[in-house]
């Protein structure tokens, strides 16, 4: 494969990459605005965005073919799969804990049972 045969595929490549992570991020609005709890658009919020984001960060890196840039991406990445779900566990814990996740909703409700057991202890009483 010649350098120009190279250029090409990697410039097809990128710009596949670029529009379905622009195809992820918008799915990723569309589901935050449309969804109707909590739990709902924080999961659509997190898992296309940052699927569309690491995609945008590929066709970019193929894109751009300078070490230092590509590094500087791969940060990025890095980073950003390593704090959305934090955020989005914390977001979780956080609007559970203060009454705005349907109830209705949930198939599996373990965290009730648990911070149950916890203000018992707290308010002095042994947990079961």
């Known amino acids: 494969m ?3 045969q190279w250029t090409t595929v990697a410039d097809v490549v990128s710009a596949v990459c670029l ?3 622009a195809f992820f991020a918008l799915a990723a609005g569309v589901g935050a605005l449309r969804f109707p709890d909590l739990l709902s658009r924080m999961h659509a919020a997190t898992k296309p965005q940052v699927l569309g984001l690491v995609l945008v960060l590929v ?3 193929l894109r751009l073919r300078e070490g230092g840039a590509v590094w500087a991406l791969v940060l990025v990445a890095v980073f950003q799969m390593l704090t959305a779900p934090v ?3 914390m977001v979780g ?3 559970f804990r203060t009454g705005k996740v349907r ?3 949930l198939v599996i409700d ?3 049972r648990d911070l149950a057991a916890t203000r018992q202890t707290d308010e002095g ?3 079961d």
Do not use: C, K, V, Y
Request: charged share 20%.
């Open 125 to 127: 009483g042994r947990p």
């Open 110 to 112: 373990e965290l009730s």
């Open 19 to 21: 529009l379905g992570g």
């Open 93 to 95: 814990r956080a609007g």
């Open 59 to 61: 066709g970019l890196a």
């Open 2 to 4: 010649t350098q120009d």
């Open 103 to 105: 109830q209705d909703l």
């Open 87 to 89: 955020a989005a566990h």
